[in-house]
C-alpha cells in the first residue's frame, strides 16, 4: 500500500504562493506518474499537474500553465507543486496521488491513480 501524506496548504492573498508538498512512502526513483488534483467546495475533483518520476515529464492543466511547477526530490520520497500568482479560483482542497501507470498514459484522469492522500487546504483571497 502507497501512503502519501501532503502538507504546505494555506492561506495566501491573490498573487501569492504556496509550495505543497507530498511525501510518498515509495521511492520516487521508481517509474511510476504522481500528481497534484484539486477540489473546490461543489466542484469536482480536478487534475492540476502530474509528473512520471522515470524521466520527470510533466503535464499540466491549462489553467495552471505558467504558474504552477511540479517537481520530485528522490532523496526525500516527495514531490512539490510550487504554485505562483495564485488566484481566488486556485481556493481548493489539494490531494497528491499515484499510480503504477505512465502519465502519458493515464494524463490528469483521476480515475486512473490508485492511491491518494488526505488533502491540503489551499484558500487564496482578493
Known amino acids: 500500500q502507497v501512503q502519501l501524506v501532503e502538507s504546505g496548504g494555506g492561506s495566501v492573498q491573490a498573487g501569492g504562493s504556496l509550495r505543497l508538498s507530498c511525501a510518498a512512502s515509495?521511492?520516487?526513483?521508481?517509474?511510476?506518474?504522481m500528481g497534484w488534483f484539486r477540489q473546490a467546495p461543489g466542484k469536482e475533483r480536478e487534475g492540476v499537474a502530474a509528473?512520471?518520476?522515470?524521466?520527470?515529464?510533466?503535464v499540466y492543466a491549462d489553467s495552471v500553465k505558467g504558474r504552477f511547477t511540479i517537481s520530485q526530490d528522490n532523496a526525500k520520497n516527495t514531490l512539490y507543486l510550487q504554485m505562483n500568482n495564485l488566484k481566488p479560483e486556485d481556493t481548493a482542497m489539494y490531494y497528491c496521488?499515484?499510480?503504477?501507470?505512465?502519465?502519458?498514459?493515464?494524463?490528469?484522469?483521476?480515475?486512473?491513480?490508485?492511491?491518494w492522500g488526505q488533502g491540503t487546504q489551499v484558500t487564496v483571497s482578493s
Open positions: 496521488a499515484a499510480t503504477w501507470r505512465r502519465c502519458g498514459v493515464v494524463g490528469l484522469d483521476l480515475r486512473e491513480y490508485a492511491f
Open positions: 515509495i521511492s520516487t526513483y521508481g517509474g511510476y506518474c
Open positions: 509528473i512520471y518520476t522515470g524521466d520527470r515529464s510533466t
